[in-house]
């Protein structure tokens, strides 16, 4: 009987080890970080989130570079289509969303310093799968980012300008920003901008848009071959002259693949991502426009 009470001691305390070694890597697995994407590299973001109504919601991803503490400036970034970005923050890092591959969202990290902070604006709650430009164009639509845009201000008061910038459908919401909203923002920086509004499936907000009103100052950045039915180069350059806006044109890039107007193409600025947004931070930080090709 000894034996077999020693034999049956001996195999318990056999198992025990082997489940506490079972759930101690359990653990270990579970506590593994979530890989950082790579447009998120060098950033740490959170979610900021408002309520419009009950039940409705505004939110945005504000990004700061790992040693920002006190930007001086913000960057309200408007995606493109469908507009609804839907982001996933895991740690400090917007880990996934709808919307990652745009442009602005892809490669903001070349755009957030020391002094500029960038804030992707996501479509209110109640929106579906795709933010209307209506909406985008409406004064509601501004005010709703207004709220977003005052409690990133409550967090980081050192803020002292704002700048709206979109990019495709986005420049719905990026030009009727200063026609909304004057005194919240320094500027509009329009990056490959809706120049066909009476095109097939097109904005017909933007339909003889005033980009002369005074004391706004919109400014143009758009691929000479972008090759997109909405936002031809020619017309962005017949804007920028009708309404004496400067217009920076960029040329070059690599690794265009997909359709037209998506974001892997020059209407996307594959390739010249980090050029196109070095640009758009000397403007923001100084803002002037000192330069009128990038190549």
């Not at 902070?117 to 509601?140: E, F, I, R, W």
């Not at 691929?223 to 962005?236: E, V």
Request: include cysteine; glycine fraction near 6%; aromatic fraction near 8%.
């Amino acid at each position: 009987m000894k034996p077999f009470l020693a034999f049956y001691k001996n195999l318990t305390l056999i198992f025990s080890i082997c489940i506490t070694l079972s759930i101690a890597h359990l653990n270990t697995s579970f506590a593994q970080p979530t890989p950082v994407p790579d447009h998120a590299i060098g950033l740490k973001e959170q979610l900021i989130s408002v309520e419009l109504s009950p039940g409705i919601r505004q939110q945005g991803v504000l990004s700061l570079t790992t040693t920002g503490a006190a930007p001086t400036q913000l960057a309200v970034l408007f995606p493109g289509y469908p507009s609804v970005v839907r982001p996933v923050v895991e740690g400090q890092s917007m880990t996934s969303s709808k919307l990652s591959g745009n442009f602005l969202i892809r490669s903001r990290r070349h755009l957030a310093t020391d002094t500029i902070a960038t804030l992707v604006v996501d479509c209110h709650s109640d929106s579906g799968d795709y933010c209307s430009s209506t909406y985008q164009a409406s004064s509601k639509r501004h005010q709703d980012v207004l709220k977003l845009i005052q409690e990133v201000k409550k967090q980081y008061p050192s803020i002292q300008h704002v700048w709206a910038i979109g990019t495709s459908m986005g420049t719905v919401s990026s030009s009727f920003a200063l026609t909304h909203e004057p005194s919240i923002y320094a500027g509009a920086i329009h990056t490959a901008s809706i120049t066909e509004p009476n095109a097939r499936n097109s904005y017909r907000e933007l339909d003889n848009f005033d980009y002369a009103k005074p004391n706004t100052n919109h400014i143009f950045i758009h691929h000479q071959n972008d090759p997109c039915y909405l936002t031809t180069y020619s017309a962005a350059k017949s804007i920028s002259q009708k309404y004496k806006r400067p217009l920076i044109t960029v040329t070059g890039g690599s690794g265009f693949s997909g359709p037209a107007c998506n974001a892997f193409t020059e209407h996307g600025f594959r390739g010249k991502e980090k050029e196109v947004m070095t640009a758009i931070q000397k403007i923001i930080s100084t803002g002037k426009v000192d330069v009128s090709l990038i190549d």
